[in-house]
């Protein structure tokens, strides 16, 4: 006869089991950036398993919005962090990333060979499109739960116009925050700042601290290409806010024009490459890091992309072990309430602006804006799943 404690437990892996399940749903069917994995949240974890409102989710997204790392993963590890405690946040990242991290690693070996035959190009032309219809149907789906008033309509104007003209990485914390201070600053309700009892888990941010030092003080003491590699790829996680696509420019001056680990053309193929697979962007530091560490041998091609990954991933992780336990009651503040109603509303700005910036970057051809509308009205309809639209358009990419 089982006791209660071993009924307990069986339940929980069995739900546990469940709610992995549903995040290696997200990872396969989540293509481009953290915009577009946004709307699969919606769509998996919100409307249809219901583990968290959409009020919550749009305050997940202010909240990872303002942290550095990946914000999409830093999301999806909140959910699981909400669900389950530390040890199912760890299992969600790991299910996460974990599928498209061995993709990526294993591309490294191939990064001459899909030179040669050009795949990045013809294959991947209109994943950009494509994924401006995830990020437009996102928009337009957080859109109408955030932006309510006149206050939020012109910080959703102020999110998206500010974001389209500086593009810089720091501008994006900025203006989220503005968004809070101007939400405080126009509100009528009196006693903003009520008392609450927070008691933040410290440990996590001395590790976060910590790591960012001890690595720091090897990779220039030691000469090892592995301790290297996860002290760049570490500080690319904590110094970046935002997706992937804000991260690369920062790996491209330091692993290309820097330190000359690969050519720019290699570079460009392994992130055309990510683009069109499933799950996180970051995962590119898992190609960049084995295309870096390749003149040591099979095993320390493995090593440097499996720390790089590591590096990458594991500041964001730290700082939501220590800021989301504390979340709950951060939100009981009256002011901190109304904050997140200007920065929910200015993030749905940046959604919605990254859709006109992505399409400026694959152009405005009309073949683009064909597959662009196309997608927007099959998410719309909710005719085809997500994987099935990228199979179509990369079909379509080869074929013309």
């Known amino acids: ?58 305050e997940l997204i202010a909240l990872t919005g303002i942290l550095p790392g990946p914000s999409s993963t830093q999301t999806i590890v909140s959910i699981g962090y909400k669900f389950g405690g530390p040890y199912l946040a760890f299992l969600t990242l790991l299910v996460w990333a974990m599928p498209v991290i061995i993709i990526m690693t294993l591309l490294s070996f191939l990064g001459q060979f899909l030179e040669q035959i050009n795949m990045s190009e013809n294959i991947l032309r209109y994943i950009g499109p494509m994924a401006v219809g995830f990020i437009i149907i996102a928009s337009i789906t957080i859109g109408k739960r955030v932006v309510t008033d006149k206050i939020t309509i012109l910080l959703f104007i102020f999110g998206a116009v500010t974001t389209y003209i500086f593009r ?23 006693k903003l700042w009520n008392k609450v009892k927070i ?45 992937g696509q804000v991260v690369i420019p920062f790996m491209h001056s330091e692993l290309v024009e820097i330190n000359k680990y690969m050519t720019n053309s290699e570079f460009l193929t392994g992130f055309g490459l990510v683009q069109g697979l499933p799950g996180p962007m970051f995962s590119f530091s898992a190609y960049a890091g084995g295309m870096a560490s390749r003149e040591g041998g099979v095993i320390l091609q493995l090593l440097g992309a499996a720390f790089s990954a590591i590096g990458i991933f594991l500041p964001g992780l730290l700082l939501i072990y ?38 400026q970057e694959s152009g405005f051809s009309y073949d683009n804006i064909l597959v662009t509308v196309f997608t927007i009205l099959i998410l719309y309809t909710k005719k085809l799943p997500a994987p099935v639209i990228v199979l179509g358009v990369l079909i379509l990419g080869f074929l013309i």
């Open 1 to 58: 006869m089982k006791g209660k404690d071993d009924k307990f437990q069986d339940s929980r892996r069995k739900v546990w089991g469940t709610f992995l399940k549903d995040v290696l749903i997200c990872s396969l069917g989540s293509y481009g950036g953290p915009e577009v994995h946004f709307g699969v949240f919606i769509d998996q974890m919100v409307i249809k398993k219901k583990y968290l409102t959409e009020k919550e989710f749009a």
């Open 168 to 190: 810089q990485s720091y501008v994006f914390p900025l203006v989220l925050i503005s968004g809070g201070i101007i939400s405080i600053l126009t509100t009528k309700q009196e």
């Open 199 to 243: 008691e933040p888990p410290w440990k996590y941010l001395i590790a976060f601290f910590g790591i960012m030092i001890t690595s720091f003080i090897l990779s220039y003491s030691l000469n090892n290409i592995i301790v290297t590699l996860f002290e760049k790829f570490y500080r690319f996680g904590y110094l970046v806010i935002g997706g």
């Open 322 to 359: 220590f800021i989301y336990p504390v979340w709950d009651n951060l939100k009981e503040i009256k002011a901190i309430k109304i904050s997140l109603k200007g920065i929910t509303a200015v993030a749905a700005g940046l959604i919605f602006i990254s859709s006109i910036i992505l399409m």
